[in-house]
């Protein structure tokens, strides 16, 4: 099943060169508890879809594993891969 969320987003300016712009995009929730369930016991995978106009877009692919903790729950591990190269993993430190 896909859902699709719209996230904010904000003009900023380079600030190497000030005419240049890009745009800051929070992804976010990557993690929705109700539908989400099985990331406890199983790795998932959840694809971000990002439009930049109507004919240009991109995909991001996130991987993890959630984590139950007695306070707050996280992610056991999750990794962000840009056309199959990993960007960004990070695990729980115990």
Known sequence: MVKLFRTPYQQNSDPINP???FQLVEIYPIFIPKDDQASYNNELTKFIYIKFNY???DTLK????AKKG???NSFEYLK???RNSLLVS???QK
């Not at 996130?62 to 594993?65: D, G, R």
């Open 70 to 72: 007695k306070c707050i």
């Open 62 to 65: 996130i991987v993890y594993k």
């Open 80 to 82: 962000a891969y840009y």
């Open 19 to 21: 005419l240049k712009g």
């Open 55 to 57: 004919n240009t877009f």
């Open 90 to 92: 990070f695990t729980l």
